[in-house]
């Protein structure tokens, strides 16, 4: 199983970034997908996830961030507007079989992206 992201960059306060986390080697639909960041010196916390029963976001990133999935093409996002530099972390997607935790109990992780945001 490989869990791919990408996205992540370098950008001023209130731009948007869009990540992208792209699966293989496992049945994505059958799949509860995450979202997590880690900032500097921190624990890394759930940002967003995703199932076939709805989404559920962090409060920090409510109404700023929107988790979506492509069955089709395996692929989980993260479409992030308005960001803060307290958005500033290494960004991780994450799959867990037939349910989501808001929590670190994951089957699989990506390698993560990095996403910097400057004042």
């Known amino acids: 199983v490989q869990l791919q992201a990408s996205g992540g960059g370098l950008v001023q306060a209130g731009s948007s970034l869009r990540l992208s986390c792209a699966a293989s080697g496992l049945t994505f639909s059958s799949y509860g997908m995450g979202w997590f960041r880690q900032a500097p010196g921190k624990e890394r916390v759930v940002v967003a996830t995703i199932n076939w029963s709805g989404t559920y976001y962090a409060d920090s990133v409510k109404g700023r961030f929107t988790i979506s999935r492509d069955n089709a093409k395996n692929t989980v996002y993260l479409q992030m507007n308005s960001l803060k530099p307290e958005d500033t972390a290494i960004y991780y997607c994450?799959?867990?079989?037939?349910?989501?935790?808001?929590?670190?109990?994951?089957?699989?992780w990506g390698q993560g992206t990095q996403v910097t945001v400057s004042s």
């Open positions: 994450a799959a867990r079989l037939n349910s989501v935790r808001a929590t670190n109990e994951y089957d699989f």
